[in-house]
Structure formats: structure tokens, C-alpha cells
């Protein structure tokens, strides 16, 4: 091989191997950060119901209850940490 081909397939290999440098960074594992709400129960009576929820990582308790009429309902949401 002569020398111009030899500086060719250095330059291309140093070229992959920057290229594959780059990539690799970019490639890591994501944390999944959303938390995980488990249901706990649920109740209705009449017109509303209420829900709660609890996240075990972080010992937070969330519940939420519906008011108002069908045609225009409201829900309330109230979060707590556990003891």
C-alpha cells in the first residue's frame, strides 16, 4: 500500500472511532422520575366519590373527591406524606 491510502485508513478509522466516542455518550440509561401511584380505595356516595392514592418511595398519600353536578363536576386533590 502506498502512503496516501495508509493516511487515508488512519484518518478513517480515527473518524469511526470519534464518531463512536461521540455516540456512546449520548447513549445512557434514563431514570424514570414519575412517580408511582398505587390505588388504595375508593368510595361514592350520591353524587360524588373520592379516591386515594399512595406513592411508596416517597410515603405520600394522595386523595381527590368530586363535587358539582354531572354536567359540571369538580375535583379536589389534597397530597400528604406519611408518618
Known amino acids: 500500500m502506498n502512503p496516501t491510502a495508509n493516511r487515508v485508513l488512519a484518518a ?48 405520600r398519600v394522595l386523595a381527590c373527591q368530586t363535587a358539582g353536578s354531572p354536567t359540571a363536576p369538580t375535583v379536589h386533590c389534597a397530597t400528604a406524606t406519611m408518618p
Open 12 to 59: 478513517t478509522g480515527l473518524l469511526a472511532v470519534a464518531v463512536a466516542g461521540a455516540w456512546s455518550l449520548t447513549a445512557r440509561s434514563q431514570i424514570n422520575a414519575a412517580p408511582s401511584w398505587v390505588p388504595i380505595g375508593v368510595a361514592a356516595n350520591g353524587g360524588g366519590s373520592a379516591v386515594w392514592f399512595h406513592e411508596t418511595s416517597s410515603r
